[in-house]
Antibody, heavy 121, light 108 residues
């Protein structure tokens, strides 16, 4: 059973919207902070957003602030990324990742397989 | 915001070589650093967390060290499956994340 599975990617025109989903399984989802990370073609990893375990705190990269919204439904074990006003430069593989705290330090211990978003006219 | 700078960006080495990748933070981050390996078309995989703790299941030829602003990932004897791209990562107290730009390790 794959712990994190993303969906919702596709081809979309600039300025349009898309919502990504990440289905979690096999662990107590409500206990973990969750992140979205993206990777443009041929480029490095770029952090996008985090939502704390209870959904009360959310933080975003400057490149998506005001356009993207992260949310979660702990009753459904689901993480979401609402992407509005999409730009060509948002084209990337989008990963969801689980945040774990061990020995006083946080890191990502589990990643989904990624979903591809292509923004093109 | 914390900036992480990896060096080198590209590294060419042979099977059996010992290699070291460096990650420098723009300000002190104690030991709050992790290392990941990514192969083409795959999600990153955790190698090291807390700067020096080996993730369960990761071969012992991988090791990490450092604290404050300078960190290293060392592979003691390169194996064919180690040719990949490596990233360092830091999460702050708000869980905002910084990545290094990556080090691509290629076969010489």
């Amino acid at each position: 059973q794959v712990p994190l599975v993303e969906s919702g990617g596709g081809v979309v025109q600039p300025e349009r919207s898309l919502r990504l989903s990440c289905a979690a399984s096999g662990f107590t989802f409500k206990n973990y902070g969750m992140h979205w990370v993206r990777q443009a073609p041929g480029k490095g990893l770029e952090w996008v957003a985090v939502i704390w375990y209870d959904g009360r705190n959310k933080y975003y990269a400057d490149s998506v602030k005001g356009r993207f919204t992260v949310s979660r439904d702990n009753s459904k074990n689901m993480l979401y990324l609402q992407m509005n006003s999409l730009r060509v430069e948002d084209t990337a593989v989008y990963y969801c990742a689980r945040d774990v705290r061990v020995g006083g330090t946080n890191h990502f211990d589990c990643w989904g397989q990624g979903t591809v978003v292509t923004v093109s006219s | 915001d914390i900036q992480l700078t990896q060096s080198p960006s590209f590294l060419s080495a042979s099977v059996g070589d010992r290699v070291t990748i460096t990650c420098r933070a723009s300000q002190g981050i104690s030991s709050y650093l992790a290392w990941y390996q990514q192969k083409p078309g795959k999600a990153p995989e955790l190698l090291i967390y807390g700067a020096s703790t080996l993730q369960s299941g990761v071969p012992s030829r991988f090791s990490g060290s450092g604290s404050g602003t300078e960190f290293t990932l060392t592979i003691s004897s390169l194996q064919p499956e180690d040719f990949a791209t490596y990233y360092c990562l830091h999460l702050n107290t708000d869980l905002m994340c910084s990545f290094g730009q990556g080090t691509q390790l290629e076969i010489k």
